[in-house]
Each structure stands twice: as C-alpha cells, then as structure tokens.
C-alpha cells in the first residue's frame, strides 16, 4: 500500500479516495460529545442507554463518502461508509467519462452558542469531478484541501485513464 496524500490511497489494483465527511464539523463534534457521554454513562448509569449513545456518535462523527477506481476493470464505484461498512454503492463505466476537471468550493458553517454569539468556519475544498463533456458537471472523485494537491491528482488521473483536463475557474 502507498499512501501518497492524506485522503488518498492507492494499491496496484484501485486508487480509493475520501470525498468527506457526511455531517458537517458542528455535528461532527457533537458526536464526539455524545461518545464522551456515553462513556460516563456506561460508567455512571446504564450501560444499554451508554452503548446506544455511543453508536450514534460514532454514527455521526465517522460516517463518510468516498469513490473507489478499479484501474484494471475501469470502474467507478462510490459509496458511503457507515461504520466501516461500504453502503450505497454506486458502480459507473469509467470509460464513458472524457474529462476531468478540478472546482473550488466554499463550504460556510455557522453556529451558534447559548449566549447567542454565533462563528462562522468557511473552508475552501478542491474537488475533482469526472465529466462525459464540457458543457456537464459528472460525478465527484476526489476532494483536496489544497490546489497543488488537487491539479497533481488530476495529472495522474489525466495521465493514468487518458482523460482530457479541462482549466476551470478555480
């Protein structure tokens, strides 16, 4: 196995990429919480009632979506793992799509607190997406947090299935 970004793993056979997270960093931490106080629960309380608030939070926090390429066969398979179990697959001929472009997105979260202040998180993502032609935004591939990290993945995409890149605003 090679490992060569953090949300990217590649073996001879497939290349396996994590588009994100399901639920958004404010639930993502109230996952967290929920585990800690299943935790305490279990300690303190009931364990059935702990064990329960744990899987919820585990639920919340680690359950994401993620694509998988078999390079041999040319398929695109994407799916949502929820606890650690690949659900919803969704399996695509690779070799109906033609482009690959890279798209920049803004991701804005807001919370709030109980003394009513609110902050605001805004990330930028990078997202690599398979498209059949120019004018069609296609299926999602892989997400960066850095430009130089997504435009060399697209490169290797590019290079490896014989796609076109096509130069988006990003």
Known sequence: MKIN?????????????KLGKLMPPVAIYGGYLFMIAG???????????GTGVILLGILISFTYRGVIIDVTKRKVLTFTSMFWIKRDKQEKDLTQYQIVTVNRTKLRYRSYSWMNKSAIFTRDYYTIFLSKDMSKRGIPVATFNQKAAALQEVRKLETLFDLKYQATNV
């Not at 970004?5 to 990429?17: E, F, G, K, P, V």
């Not at 935790?39 to 009632?49: D, L, R, Y």
Request: aromatic share 20%; no cysteine.
């Open 5 to 17: 970004s953090a949300n990217t793993i590649a073996h001879q056979n497939y290349l396996r990429y």
């Open 39 to 49: 935790i305490f629960s279990i300690v303190f309380g009931n364990p059935f009632i």
